[in-house]
């Protein structure tokens, strides 16, 4: 059993940056692949981020490629999203999940469906002003 909490979400101005933060307990997820999903007011939540439970591949969004950078640190148990040049669209509660344990045959897969996921953390408000 994983269990995932976010921090690091707040008000910001658009240009401003931001790093979220997703911390495991309970048990490390050093084999989980990882994600991170935002939902926006009115929206349904949607993909954002994804990493390879080996960490040598991400996927990200077409509309925050190039401003966020997901990362994690096995050893503090804790995946990132760094948010750069927010802006006013990005605003939303982002949800950090977890995959079950990863094998051999899914080394590089990420995966950018929220059902494909098996934790999932209880979410850090993220606003975005311009």
């Known amino acids: 059993q994983v269990q995932l909490v976010e921090s690091g979400g707040g008000l910001v101005q658009a240009g401003d940056s931001l790093t979220l933060s997703c911390t495991a307990s309970?048990?490390?997820?050093?084999?989980?692949?990882m994600g991170w999903f935002r939902q926006a007011p009115g929206k349904e939540r949607e993909f954002v981020a994804a990493?390879?439970?080996?960490?040598?591949?991400?996927r990200y969004v077409d509309s925050v490629k190039g401003r966020f950078t997901m990362s994690r640190d096995n050893a503090r148990n804790t995946v990132y999203l760094q948010m750069n040049s927010p802006e006013p669209e990005d605003t939303a509660v982002y949800y950090c999940?977890?995959?079950?344990?990863?094998?051999?045959?899914?080394?590089?897969?990420?995966?950018?469906?929220?059902?494909?996921?098996?934790?999932w953390g209880q979410g850090t408000r993220v606003t975005v002003s311009s």
């Open positions: 999940a977890a995959k079950s344990t990863g094998t051999y045959y899914t080394l590089n897969a990420v995966y950018t469906q929220a059902n494909r996921y098996d934790y």
């Open positions: 309970g048990r490390t997820f050093s084999n989980n692949a």
């Open positions: 990493m390879s439970w080996t960490g040598a591949i991400t």
